[in-house]
């Protein structure tokens, strides 16, 4: 419950800030509304043998994908994001490239307006996973007939696959919008699935020690490859550009499981700023905080700075 308080200030004062500037909100005109950012950021550091300042040779790059799409007829509203983030680094003395940033997530949420207010009866969809495989990276004694270390190598192990874990959100709720930049979801009913590669839950039913060993792997047991949870979840978008050029968006979603652990709180906010220098010239910081108990025990933390090209894409209203 403790780390519900870092992200609820974040958004809490880009909130506050936007409310004393003097911006038109979006007036969520009928018919289709799509955009679609694409990015590619790029860092790089070189040092020739003589360097003596200290430092590795490295080049990282960035790949993110942001697609909208919202649909307005009468009363009804419905609202989608497509979000595609990639990042990959290599540095001179690792044998293996190593991912620096990984998340693929679409989100859609479908409400009915109540009257005339900015209350809406809602639907959410939500599905969360990754892209690439995850690695835990160590070295390795390589030892010789006698027992002997000869070297010491680099050496990598598979703890997460393509879609694995996967999260899937459902459930119906109610909706408070203000624009396509600011709403509020909240879902007292949600049914969340787990999906994980069952290479890592599967174990010897016929070995108890095997069996008695085994930890959930993101909370899916032994010998299964999903988990089933009913339980409350909030999520709040907030979009705004507060000061000329620089945009501050927030992403949080918040998730209590009936079931089990019924005072342990998910959280799972970003906060992305993106600095326009020209049309296609960005700077962005990313920083994002996860608390899930079926992954780990403490606060996760993300946090990317990058320089890069942008392309704006499929925009259309109709």
């Given at each position: 419950?403790?780390?519900?308080?870092?992200?609820?200030l974040?958004l809490g004062?880009?909130?506050?800030?936007?409310?004393?500037?003097?911006?038109?909100?979006?007036?969520?005109?009928?018919g289709w509304?799509?955009?679609?950012?694409m990015?590619?950021?790029f860092?790089?550091?070189?040092?020739?043998d003589?360097w003596q300042?200290?430092g590795?040779?490295n080049?990282?790059?960035?790949?993110?994908?942001?697609w909208?799409?919202?649909?307005?007829?009468?009363k009804?509203?419905?609202?989608?994001k497509?979000?595609?983030?990639?990042g990959?680094?290599a540095t001179?003395?690792?044998?293996f490239?190593?991912?620096t940033?990984?998340?693929?997530?679409?989100n859609?949420?479908?409400g009915?307006?109540?009257d005339?207010?900015?209350w809406?009866?809602?639907?959410l969809?939500?599905f969360?996973?990754q892209?690439?495989?995850?690695?835990?990276?160590f070295?390795r004694q390589?030892?010789?007939?006698?027992?002997?270390?000869?070297?010491?190598v680099?050496?990598?192990?598979?703890?997460?696959?393509s879609f694995?874990p996967?999260?899937?959100?459902?459930g119906?709720g109610?909706?408070?919008k203000?624009?396509?930049?600011?709403?509020?979801n909240v879902?007292?009913a949600?049914a969340r699935f787990i999906?994980v590669?069952?290479?890592?839950?599967?174990v010897n039913?016929?070995?108890?020690a095997a069996i008695?060993?085994?930890?959930?792997f993101?909370g899916?047991?032994?010998?299964?490859?999903?988990?089933?949870?009913l339980g409350?979840s909030?999520?709040?978008?907030h979009k705004e550009?507060?000061?000329?050029n620089?945009?501050f968006?927030n992403?949080l979603n918040?998730y209590?499981d009936?079931l089990e652990?019924?005072k342990n709180v998910d959280?799972?906010y970003t906060l992305?700023?993106?600095?326009?220098?020209?049309k296609y010239i960005?700077?962005?910081?990313?920083?994002q905080?996860?608390y899930?108990?079926?992954?780990i025990?403490?606060?996760?933390v993300?946090e990317?700075?990058?320089v890069g090209?942008?392309?704006?894409f499929?925009?259309?209203?109709?």
């Amino acid at each position: 419950m403790k780390y519900i308080l870092l992200p609820l200030l974040l958004l809490g004062t880009t909130i506050t800030f936007a409310q004393k500037t003097d911006k038109k909100k979006d007036s969520l005109p009928d018919g289709w509304k799509s955009k679609g950012l694409m990015e590619l950021l790029f860092s790089q550091s070189a040092f020739n043998d003589n360097w003596q300042g200290g430092g590795t040779s490295n080049v990282a790059g960035n790949f993110n994908l942001n697609w909208d799409v919202n649909y307005k007829r009468k009363k009804l509203n419905w609202d989608t994001k497509l979000t595609a983030i990639l990042g990959l680094a290599a540095t001179k003395d690792q044998v293996f490239v190593r991912k620096t940033t990984d998340r693929l997530e679409l989100n859609s949420l479908v409400g009915s307006r109540i009257d005339s207010s900015k209350w809406y009866y809602s639907g959410l969809f939500n599905f969360r996973t990754q892209m690439a495989p995850g690695y835990e990276f160590f070295d390795r004694q390589v030892l010789n007939d006698a027992g002997e270390v000869i070297e010491t190598v680099q050496d990598r192990k598979l703890i997460t696959t393509s879609f694995s874990p996967a999260y899937l959100q459902i459930g119906p709720g109610l909706l408070w919008k203000e624009s396509n930049d600011f709403k509020v979801n909240v879902a007292p009913a949600t049914a969340r699935f787990i999906f994980v590669n069952s290479r890592f839950t599967t174990v010897n039913e016929n070995d108890p020690a095997a069996i008695e060993a085994y930890e959930p792997f993101f909370g899916v047991q032994a010998n299964e490859n999903v988990r089933f949870e009913l339980g409350a979840s909030v999520s709040a978008y907030h979009k705004e550009e507060l000061f000329e050029n620089i945009v501050f968006e927030n992403t949080l979603n918040l998730y209590a499981d009936y079931l089990e652990n019924t005072k342990n709180v998910d959280i799972d906010y970003t906060l992305n700023v993106a600095m326009q220098v020209n049309k296609y010239i960005t700077t962005n910081l990313a920083v994002q905080l996860i608390y899930d108990e079926n992954a780990i025990s403490g606060l996760q933390v993300r946090e990317v700075l990058g320089v890069g090209l942008k392309y704006a894409f499929l925009e259309w209203k109709s």
